[in-house]
């Protein structure tokens, strides 16, 4: 696809980079002519995904290491000179029934899912408020207002992604800061391959079949539908959208 620049000028940090949303979001932001920090764990394949993209500096950091806010944003600062988008992508999704919660895993989700957002965002309002028109994007999920077998910790952290965001934009608004998430229904993604890979392959076929069913648009997710929420989100014509919760899962989930 060729820039066609609706993001000229702007320069953005997104998280969750290595794969699934987070890759198809930086390979779009870029065609639109952003600068963008990318990030994912050490270990992941972002150099592999990002490394030969010129308006790309690849970050490899947990973004749950205390020095993730300053690494990340001083890679924007250092490199770009400016931050005007923050793309709160990076979760993780362990299975797990309620009854069958491992020690740590609980804490680990929520700080992954819901803590680094909040720490990020934090220490990026300075230079988001100095853009003039920031913005703050954060990954939630139809389990924001729904749950779902075996996901306790997961769904636990999407719901508070949705206070989290709904709190930003009440407090951020004021200086010219616009915090909204996004709630993706059944997306094919690694996240969602770790989920389904616990499954037998008939559970599988069925599972994804009732997903691509249960849409009205008759199909699964993919990255880039994602991905283009959060270019709508990011554009300075959607400064008056603030506090929402996009949903982009096909209508699956208007339907019983």
């Known amino acids: 696809m060729p820039k066609e620049n609706r993001l000229a000028g702007k320069v953005a940090i997104i ?11 930086v390979t779009l932001f870029t065609q639109q002519g952003c600068k963008v920090v990318a ?32 690494a990340l944003i001083g890679a924007a600062i250092d490199n770009f000179g400016r931050l005007d988008i923050l793309f709160n992508n990076a979760g993780v999704c362990p299975p797990e029934p ?25 220490a990026a309002v300075p230079h988001l408020q100095a853009s003039g028109n920031g913005r703050v994007i954060n990954t939630g ?13 997961y769904t636990t952290s999407k719901h508070a ?6 709190q930003q934009a009440l407090e951020l608004g004021p200086m010219g800061i616009t915090a909204n998430f996004i709630q993706p229904g059944f997306v094919v993604t690694g ?20 997903w691509a069913n249960k849409a009205p648009v008759g199909r699964l997710g993919q990255p880039i539908d ?13 400064n008056f959208v603030n506090g929402i919760g996009l949903k982009i899962d096909g209508g699956a989930t208007m339907r019983l």
Not at 98 to 122: A, M, Y
Not at 141 to 153: H, W
Not at 161 to 166: P, Q
Request: charged share 20%; hydrophobic share 35%.
């Open 226 to 238: 994602i991905a283009n929420g959060a270019l709508f989100l990011s554009l300075d014509s959607s």
């Open 191 to 210: 996240i969602s391959k770790g989920y389904t890979d616990q499954m037998t392959a008939e559970e599988k076929d069925e599972f994804e079949a009732y």
């Open 161 to 166: 992604v949705a206070g989290l965001t709904k």
């Open 39 to 70: 990030n994912d764990i050490p270990g992941s394949p972002l150099e592999d995904c990002h490394g030969n993209n010129p308006d790309v500096v690849c970050i490899a950091k947990d973004v749950t290491d205390e020095d993730a806010p300053d």
């Open 98 to 122: 309620i009854l069958e919660q491992s020690p740590g895993q609980w804490e680990h989700v929520l700080d992954v899912n819901v803590g680094s957002i909040n720490r990020l965002t934090l």
């Open 15 to 25: 998280t969750g980079a290595a794969s699934g949303i987070g890759e198809a979001t």
């Open 141 to 153: 999920s139809i389990q924001s207002q729904i749950a779902g077998e075996t996901l306790t910790a």
